[in-house]
């Protein structure tokens, strides 16, 4: 046997089952505690709906208002507050020990425009064959990247070996 459809948004009209409510009417003036049914004959004679607002209060509030305007309304907000979101990424740069100056500045400018646009990033220090007897090299390194980034970035992640590499995250303050 299959399970009635799961209605998603606030219920209206007949679909509320409570005996009474704290009815809104369509001004936005509050009407007080009345039964359900009293309230939906309110709401016909506006030629509106009943919509329930609030349902964890007690008694459940509910508005007089027209329903498809409310839900576009709403869709609306929805789709504002999702223009408005930035979604973070983690950006990676990867480094080695024995890294050149100028190597350095070229990531270090990188790591400052992701940082400018408000991603977080991932300073992976890869070793390779004898380089893994000197991981302090490693240290040293991801301690000037820290130094340099300080006051526009704080350590997430301090530095720490995961197998052949350190890693450290850092995040845009």
């Not at 089952?17 to 505690?33: A, F, H, S, T, Y």
């Not at 970035?153 to 450290?168: D, L, S």
Request: with cysteine; aromatic share 6%; glycine share 6%.
């Amino acid at each position: 046997m299959q399970a009635p459809p799961v209605k998603d948004g606030p219920r209206i009209n007949d679909e509320i089952r409570v005996p009474k409510v704290l009815l809104i009417d369509q001004n936005g003036e509050k009407q007080g505690i009345m039964p359900t049914t009293a309230a939906m004959e309110a709401a016909e004679e506006a030629g509106l709906d009943l919509v329930e607002i609030v349902p964890n209060a007690d008694p459940p509030v509910c508005k007089i208002l027209d329903y498809g305007k409310f839900k576009f309304q709403e869709q609306k907000k929805k789709n504002e507050a999702r223009k408005k979101q930035k979604v973070v990424e983690i950006k990676e740069i990867k480094l080695r020990p024995n890294i050149d100056i100028h190597d350095y500045d070229v990531k270090a400018k990188a790591m400052t425009r992701f940082f400018e646009e408000g991603d977080k990033v991932k300073v992976t220090l890869r070793f390779r064959g004898r380089e893994m007897a000197h991981p302090e090299l490693g240290m040293k390194l991801l301690l000037k990247v820290k130094g340099d980034f300080d006051e526009m970035a704080k350590v997430e992640y301090e530095p720490r070996m995961e197998g052949r590499q350190m890693i450290m995250i850092l995040a845009p303050r």
